[in-house]
């Protein structure tokens, strides 16, 4: 992961078992430019479940991340 150098964004749900919450940090801490958020409540499938918040998510990474000065941003966790 330490070799992926394009912005990126790690979404997962509060319960979710298969990529839980400790996972999407060492995995946000991997990747050079990253951001993580972690939706309280949530399990697996957010796509499907959570479309339009995922949605929001997405557009506000991509407009933060058209400069790349910008991308400095350490990884941000939301699930407590």
Known sequence: LRAI???TLVITGEHDPFFSPDFLDE???S???SRSIC???MAHGLPFTE???I???VESF???NVMPERISSPPVRECS
Do not use: I
Request: aromatic letters at 4%; hydrophobic letters at 35%.
């Open 5 to 7: 150098t394009a912005p």
């Open 27 to 29: 995995t946000a801490h």
């Open 31 to 33: 990747l050079k430019h």
């Open 39 to 41: 939706m309280p409540d």
């Open 51 to 53: 479309a339009e918040q």
């Open 55 to 57: 949605s929001k998510f």
């Open 62 to 64: 991509m407009n933060d």
